[in-house]
């Protein structure tokens, strides 16, 4: 995430280890906010401020600050208002000088970007400038402070186009002249106007590269998705195949490195393509897709003897049979393939039908030793599942940054209606909902 790619947005779907009641260390309101469909907040501490970006009970774009363990929050709000687009999210980051870069509120409109003219200080948003062309139908915003480019440049990615029709874009910033130019001549994937790619990543790997997975979408329905992609890269510039062959920019459905060959309707889902790791540092990625007798199933594939190869996980009696555009209610989720304390390789899923499993891999072949249900009904970093307000569901964000102590972390939480198809509810709207920062013990 980013992008992280779209359906109940990734950044409200992240999947961790749950944590029990008493690593909870405190609670935090921020403000009231808006409840009335999902829309990605964020949440990024540094050093010994912490900030917010979220959308308040009138909808209007706000970035709130405080010093970590204080209950006191200093707000700004932005010239920028929600409507009812789920796609609409809010991301911040900061660079090395201590300036906020904050982007949001966008889905196929003119680039929204802010950033502060004074380091570390909320009340010096300004509206600025990026590179000035292909800024007109932007989508998808995601800074990736953890990939830097050349120069130790911080990096900013988006889709520009529409789904079906989109290109992938990536730009530096100069922190001696401030000033953005792109990382990439050319975009790093396009559809020839037939498709667009939905990214997950890049992330970085314990092998020292930066991996990237996808899957290509040719319309606005996301029953067309198909053919599950990856690539690699040392330096974000160059950028290769898992066999380690160098890809042409921009990578095309033609000249990309297929994962799996997974067909128009064949029952993949952007957002639900994930990667992760075993213990010899070996990428595998992770997406669900319809079985021979069209059930939906978990599959991990991993690079091995010069090809992709692909072993079912799940054994699932159920069809999850999803189409349309818009945001969409999300009715099986699963992370990566992490390495677990005991030996397997374990993955989460989450399912309308079988709730929450924490799966176990035989790491050699990648065939499932077994899942076990998990008490909570979604994977997630904090205790407060159940909804304080009928009909509203709990959403959370992770921290985007990391704080002056190392033992504790922090989580986003506040509570929304379901997606409705980025369309206009009928009715007065929900009442707002608390937002919250909680802080965990590690």
């Not at 502060?116 to 139908?137: C, K, S």
């Not at 314990?206 to 040719?218: E, T, Y």
Request: charged share 20%; aromatic share 10%; glycine share 10%.
């Amino acid at each position: 995430m980013r992008a992280t790619m779209f359906t109940l947005i990734a950044l409200m779907l992240t999947s961790t280890a749950p944590a029990h009641a008493d690593d909870i260390v405190a609670k935090t309101t921020v403000d009231q906010v808006w409840s009335g469909h999902p829309v990605g907040f964020a949440l990024l501490t540094r050093g010994d401020h912490q900030f917010v970006a979220y959308y308040n009970a009138d909808r209007q774009m706000t970035v709130a600050m405080r010093h970590p363990g204080e209950d006191q929050w200093q707000k700004a709000a932005l010239p920028e208002k929600l409507g009812w687009d789920s796609h609409n999210y809010v991301t911040m980051a900061v660079d090395d000088a201590g300036f906020i870069h904050l982007s949001g509120n966008m889905h196929c409109r003119p680039l929204v970007y802010f950033r502060t003219t004074a380091p570390l200080d909320i009340t010096t948003f300004t509206p600025a400038p990026m590179v000035g062309q292909r800024e007109d139908r932007v989508t998808y915003p995601d800074f990736l402070p953890a990939l830097r480019g050349p120069e130790n440049t911080l990096l900013f990615t988006y889709r520009d186009g529409q789904s079906g029709n989109g290109e992938q874009i990536y730009n530096k910033y100069d922190l001696k002249t401030q000033q953005w130019s792109r990382l990439l001549d050319t975009p790093l994937t396009t559809g020839g106007g037939k498709m667009n790619a939905y990214f997950y990543g890049p992330v970085k790997g314990p092998d020292g590269f930066c991996h990237l997975c996808w899957v290509w979408r040719n319309t606005g329905d996301c029953a067309t998705n198909h053919d599950v992609c990856y690539a690699r890269s040392k330096d974000m510039l160059h950028w290769e195949s898992a066999a380690g062959k160098p890809l042409t920019l921009p990578m095309t459905l033609d000249t990309a490195d297929i994962v799996d060959p997974v067909p128009v309707k064949g029952g993949a889902l952007n957002g639900n393509v994930k990667l992760g790791f075993d213990s010899k540092n070996r990428v595998i990625v992770s997406y669900h897709k319809f079985d021979p007798d069209g059930n939906t199933q978990i599959y991990n594939a991993r690079f091995e003897d010069g090809a992709w190869k692909s072993r079912l996980l799940t054994d699932w009696k159920y069809r999850w049979e999803f189409g349309g555009g818009g945001a969409i209610i999300t009715e099986i989720h699963l992370s990566g393939v992490t390495t677990g304390k005991d030996g397997p390789l374990q993955l989460n899923t989450t399912h309308k039908e079988y709730g929450t499993q924490n799966w176990r891999i035989d790491e050699d072949t990648l065939k499932p030793l077994g899942a076990t249900k998990l008490d909570s009904p979604t994977a997630t970093d904090i205790d407060d599942l159940e909804s304080d307000t009928p009909g509203m569901t709990v959403r959370q964000s992770n921290d985007l940054g990391t704080g002056d102590n190392p033992d504790l972390k922090y989580v986003l939480r506040w509570e929304t209606l379901g997606p409705n198809r980025d369309q206009p509810r009928e009715g007065p709207p929900p009442p707002p909902t608390t937002l919250r920062v909680i802080t965990l013990r590690k």
